[in-house]
Nanobody
């Protein structure tokens, strides 16, 4: 079982920046990929960005050029630097990880989410 704990959400004005963090802990043999998803009120959860082995990244078109995903392998932590935030970025942001545990897997784990609100 792997737990994901997000932090860094909050209220920010349009054009501002926030940095989200997500730390994975538990019985981790290897993490294949980590990522961020978001869900706005009345909408389905959508991919924001992922980072996989070799630091291969993938971004939603809507955040490309504004958001940057990175990770610290030693800390099992993934970050999401969000710049030039817009009102439409308002959502609950969820961390996700695909991992192997005790040589078995891959398994899928989700964090509980952190609220990001962009408003003046």
């Amino acid at each position: 079982q792997v737990q994901l704990v997000e932090s860094g959400g909050g209220l920010v004005q349009p054009g501002g920046s926030l940095r989200l963090s997500c730390k994975a802990s538990g019985n981790i043999f290897r993490i294949n990929s980590m990522g961020w998803y978001r869900q706005a009120p009345g909408k389905e959860r959508e991919l924001v960005a992922t980072i996989a082995s070799g630091d291969i990244t993938n971004y939603a078109v809507s955040v490309t050029g504004r958001f940057t995903i990175s990770r610290d392998l030693a800390k099992n932590t993934v970050y999401l630097q969000m710049n030039s935030l817009k009102a439409e970025d308002t959502a609950v942001y969820y961390c996700n990880a695909w991992y192997y545990s005790s040589g078995q897997g891959p398994f899928d784990s989700w964090g509980q989410g952190t609220q990001v609100t962009v408003s003046s």
